[in-house]
């Protein structure tokens, strides 16, 4: 199995932290993606939507981090992390969403205006991660995680962006319910630590 991987990218390490909880070994190819590598033909014949992360398995693609994940759950997970029950599918796949849209459009866009340099509206970035903020945190006020009584791949796709949220310069302190389920997810086993910009090599 390889991971076409980018260390800094949040979506790429939704991949790898998933990876590690279940102990799944995985060859990690970075893609310069400030060089661009990822618009390159051979690149795109593999993912035409020109973005990683991309995990190989078996010779077969698997493009987007939420599918990734889905597939990783469903074919080498235990049970709890993607349940057959039809509720908890439609709640998961509703967290899913909410990782694609408001958190991509919010907490994420707003790191990559301040740490990438990227020119983004930066307000509305922070505004529509409050707003996201402030609805996980209730959320979690009476929960342990985001569905069920296990952890599922609803934690592993919210979990990166949030943390890494004061990247985007939004505090994290107003929201005790959410920095607990921050912590809870930081103490699985397997857990791998978020990118860090510090000693980051060029090409990461
Ligand atoms: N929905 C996709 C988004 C993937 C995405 O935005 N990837 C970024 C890195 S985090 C990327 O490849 N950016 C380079 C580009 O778009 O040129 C996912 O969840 O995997």
């Known amino acids: 199995m390889q991971l076409h991987d980018f260390y800094l990218s949040g979506n790429c390490y939704k991949v790898r932290l998933f990876l590690g909880l279940i102990g799944q070994p995985a060859e990690l190819l970075t893609v310069d993606l400030p060089h661009g590598a990822q618009k390159h033909p051979e690149f795109l014949a593999l993912n035409p939507r020109g973005q990683v992360p991309v995990l190989v398995d078996n010779g077969q693609p698997l493009v987007d981090s939420q599918a990734i994940l889905v597939y990783l759950a469903r074919r080498y997970a235990d049970a709890h992390w993607y349940p057959l029950d039809a ?37 509305d970035a922070q505004a ?36 890494m949220a004061e990247e985007g310069g939004l505090e994290l302190a107003p929201f005790p319910y959410l920095n607990s389920w921050l912590a809870r997810i930081r103490a699985l086993p397997g857990y791998l630590d978020l990118p860090h910009f510090q000693g980051a090599r060029r090409t990461e």
């Open 128 to 163: 529509r991660g409050r707003q996201v903020l402030e609805l996980v945190n209730a959320h979690l006020a009476n929960r342990t995680w985001l569905v069920g009584e296990q952890p599922t791949i609803a934690d592993v796709a919210v979990y990166p962006y949030l943390a």
């Open 87 to 123: 509720v908890a599918q439609a709640q998961i796949a509703g967290w899913l969403s909410l990782t694609a849209n408001e958190i991509h459009n919010g907490v994420a866009r707003a790191r990559i205006g301040l740490k990438f340099g990227r020119q983004v509206d930066l307000e």
